[in-house]
């Protein structure tokens, strides 16, 4: 066994707090994988046809009209939010951290880990919420649910075409008729108001994280958002003398040289990784 896979597993037998950073890596290790070529044709036969490859291609694409936009976006919010629950890779890093005073702050917005298993009391999503609408200007603060919305459109959608063919199911904001989307971190319209609470907790949970054996595991956060998890958790390490890094990432595991022995790299998939160091855990 590799020595960056034993010192990361000393270093998880040893934490007291553990603190996860995940990123898109962290999903796409459960089957979210905005690149992914094969699993858009099976979901979007319609938007193949149209030119399109892959999900990614689709984020902040503003050439689609209201009914082929709520086609796709009710499609992908549906196999994202509010598909499969139990997925591999996250039931393993629940039990990798079991006994571990554990929290969470991930730039993902698909739920995936209080879906599977994890305290949401312990969650900061500060990239926003697929499970939350709020009106694109924004009139108003308020965010509303997402799946009632999705499920009128989802009712509406032609198998074909995949647009919404009823006009009536299209959402708009419902004080002042506008646009909606879900609450998600795409421009300065973005409403913070359901994160505030979020970022409390996670300020606190740290404070008292101050006098204890800290360990913070980072999952696949590259450079697209690096200052929402990957340059966030360097950040805390520097800050706590005592912390440790554990940096999971195929294709960005470089360290800081500040970090010195406080950090380790583990340059492969999620999956694999976790796989690995629960195995340890296990035979420890």
Excluded at 135 to 140: D, I, L, S, W
Excluded at 145 to 158: F, G, K, S
Excluded at 182 to 201: L, T
């Amino acid at each position: 066994m590799s020595a960056p896979i034993e010192q990361a597993r000393r270093w998880i037998h040893e934490s007291e707090r553990v603190l996860i950073g995940a990123g898109a890596g962290m999903s796409a290790a459960a089957g979210i994988d905005y690149g992914d070529t094969a699993t858009f044709a099976r979901l979007f036969p319609a938007f193949v046809r149209r030119g399109f490859r892959a999900q990614y291609q689709l984020i902040g694409h503003t050439g689609l009209t209201p009914a082929q936009h709520w086609g796709y976006w009710s499609t992908h919010v549906k196999h994202v939010g509010f598909g499969e629950d139990e997925r591999a890779a996250y039931q393993a890093l629940r039990g990798l951290v079991r006994d571990r005073d554990t929290f969470v702050l991930t730039s993902n917005v698909d739920r995936l880990f209080p879906r599977n298993g994890f305290d949401e009391a312990r969650l900061f999503t500060p990239q926003g919420d697929y499970a939350l609408l709020q009106c694109r200007k924004p009139c108003t603060r308020e965010t509303w649910p997402t799946r009632p919305v999705i499920e009128r459109c989802l009712a509406a959608l032609d198998p074909v075409t995949q647009e919404v063919n009823d006009p009536e199911a299209i959402p708009r904001c419902p004080h002042c008729g506008g646009a909606v989307f879900m609450n998600v971190r795409i421009d300065a319209g973005f409403v913070e108001e359901p994160y505030v609470e979020q970022a409390q907790r996670f300020r606190h949970w740290l404070r008292e994280a101050a006098t204890a054996r800290l360990l913070v595991i980072e999952i696949g956060a590259g450079f697209n958002t690096p200052s929402v998890v990957r340059w966030r958790m360097e950040q805390l390490v520097h800050q706590h003398p005592g912390a440790r890094l554990v940096r999971i990432n195929l294709s960005d595991p470089e360290l800081p040289d500040a970090l010195g022995k406080r950090a380790v790299a583990l340059a492969m998939g999620a999956e694999q990784a976790i796989g690995l160091l629960r195995n340890g855990a296990k035979a420890a």
